[in-house]
């Protein structure tokens, strides 16, 4: 089943087991249990410490990994290869008795849950943003007698998928209720499940000199400038990384050939914890005041000082509103083609934008799909030649340009698109499964209001050392009115907003 390559570094992460663990196997005769059974079979065979018995799981092919004589609640339906082979690892070191690299807080708080939680996640192998979701709740079911969990690959449990309606990967369940989907934290579960800090565990905090607002490249960047120079640092981080976790491959941030979001997002948050920063998950900013010094207020109602303020808090995905886009969505409407394109296997699904990325959906989404349609509102599509080349070679793609999306229908999931042909006004139907929103971003900075200069998109406008128009607010990163956003700009970005707010604090 595995590679020499994956081999070879499997067996060093096995060598870190530190007791044994039982591995229990619910296995039938398709071809789906013999491949399983192989895997831990292999397993098996490189480490003494994993013992492998038969037994008879809720759902077949399954596997559970076990203390011996004491039951996790860890299991896995389907084959945890591809972006999962990693959860299936950390899982056996886990169970096994290695300490998970999670701060005692977490730990704490997971340990104290009370009451039966039993957490079903439906993930696809090529999804990754879905490893962390598995990976958390294999993390709480280990720490925690009263909490269980399965993992489930939609593609080997296709019926299902179906009859649950799952069209958006990870897809989590809990004691058989829809609990969420998408991305989230071990901390974003627990805040679900009712322990999130509420506003006085902020009420004691000093002012700081620099508090930064959002944890993506740009404040992680900023955050670390400012705590270099020995002053009181704060970061305000409803999730590290920002988009970086929505990004697969990234292959343009300098001295490094290649690598993957998730990857980035956790240095980033692993550097900005090496230096003395007051770091606040899962807090969101709702509003800012200049008074004497700066306060920023947190949805939980928390209010926080400061003699300077940074705000990074990036963008996200544009709607293209309109009827059916909210009602449809997880139900057909998708945003992700790398986490959602499985589940639309064998089916006919729109792609609606032609820039860049809607583009790179479409050719994607053409590997695996029936049929792709991609609408621009344009008459010419407006991704680089090099795409529109390679799109234009499928033959299972569609384009239709100078056309304007106005409805995506269904009943209880997608059924079709409407578009109005803009030369014609003629409003045609398209039947299709799924539709995949791809038009740009928009930056989040709606909160501000009037307290800060934005331009006509709502991006703040800074100056060449990141100042906004209200002295001792400074703002980096693809909220501001930089006309390139990257991760490697916003970086520097931040990185500049910190050392202008520093050199206004030393000036003020
Ligand atoms: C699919 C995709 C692929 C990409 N690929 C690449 C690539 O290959 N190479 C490249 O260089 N760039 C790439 N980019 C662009 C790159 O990810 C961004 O330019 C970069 O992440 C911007 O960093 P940022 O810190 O300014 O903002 P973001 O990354 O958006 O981070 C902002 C942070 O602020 C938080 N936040 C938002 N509102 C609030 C609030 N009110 N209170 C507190 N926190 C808040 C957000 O949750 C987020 O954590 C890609 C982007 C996407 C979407």
């Not at 032609?354 to 991704?383: C, Q, R, W, Y």
Request: glycine share 10%; with cysteine; aromatic share 6%.
């Amino acid at each position: 089943m595995l590679d020499a390559d994956i081999k070879g570094q499997l067996a060093q992460y096995l060598e870190l087991m530190e007791g044994n663990v039982l591995i229990k196997v619910s296995a039938g005769s398709d071809d789906v249990s013999k491949d399983m059974v192989a895997l831990v079979d292999e397993l098996a065979s490189m480490s003494p410490k994993i013992k492998v018995e038969r037994a008879e799981l809720s759902r077949t092919p399954s596997f559970s990994i076990n203390r011996i004589g004491e039951d996790t609640g860890v299991t896995f339906a389907g084959i945890p290869l591809g972006h999962e082979f990693t959860s299936l690892v950390l899982a056996l070191l886990q169970v096994s008795g290695r300490a998970p690299k999670v701060d005692e807080q977490t730990i704490e708080k997971i340990k104290n849950i009370k009451g039966q939680y039993s957490f079903e996640s439906y993930i696809s192998l090529t999804c990754h943003n879905c490893p962390e979701v598995v990976q958390s709740l294999n993390l709480m079911s280990i720490l925690n007698p009263n909490v269980t969990h399965t993992m489930i690959d939609g593609g080997a449990f296709k019926d299902e998928v179906e009859s649950k309606d799952i069209m958006a990967v990870p897809s989590v369940f809990l004691n058989g209720e829809f609990f969420g989907s998408g991305r989230m934290t071990v901390e974003e579960i627990l805040a679900k499940l009712g322990s999130a800090p509420d506003a006085s565990e902020f009420a004691d905090k000093e002012p700081y000199d620099v508090l930064v607002v959002g944890g993506g490249p740009a404040g992680s960047s900023a955050a670390i400038y400012a705590a270099r120079k020995g002053i009181r640092t704060g970061i305000i981080v409803e999730r590290f990384g920002g988009q970086v976790m929505d990004t697969l491959g990234i292959e343009n941030f300098i001295s490094m050939k290649y690598t993957e979001g998730p990857k980035l997002a956790a240095s980033l948050e692993e550097h900005v914890k090496n230096y003395n920063v007051d770091i606040m998950t899962l807090q969101r900013a709702k509003r800012l005041e200049k008074k004497e010094l700066i306060e920023v207020e947190l949805e939980n109602g928390a209010i926080l000082k400061s003699k300077a303020v940074i705000l990074s808090t990036g963008a996200r995905w544009r709607n293209v509103n309109v009827p059916g886009e909210a009602e449809f969505k997880n139900k057909g409407v998708a945003y992700c083609p790398h986490c959602d394109g499985p589940l639309f296997k064998g089916k006919h699904v729109a792609v609606i934008g032609g820039g860049n990325s809607g583009i790179e959906a479409a050719i994607d989404l053409a590997g695996i799909v029936d049929h792709v349609t991609v609408l621009e509102f344009m008459p010419e599509l407006k991704a680089d030649a090099v795409l529109q080349e390679r799109l234009y070679s499928l033959s299972n793609v569609t384009v239709l340009k100078n056309v304007q999306t106005k409805e995506i229908t269904g009943t209880d999931k997608v059924n079709g698109i409407s578009y109005m042909d803009r030369d014609t006004e003629e409003v045609k139907h398209i039947e299709l499964q799924g539709v995949f929103v791809q038009i740009g971003l928009v930056p989040n900075t709606d909160w501000l209001g009037e307290a800060v200069e934005r331009n006509r998109i709502g991006e703040i406008i800074v100056d060449s050392r990141g100042a906004t128009n209200v002295p001792g607010v400074f703002a980096a990163g693809d909220c501001t009115n930089t006309p390139y956003k990257q991760i490697i700009i916003s970086m520097g970005s931040g990185a500049t907003a910190a050392l202008g707010a520093f050199d206004y604090l030393i000036r003020s």
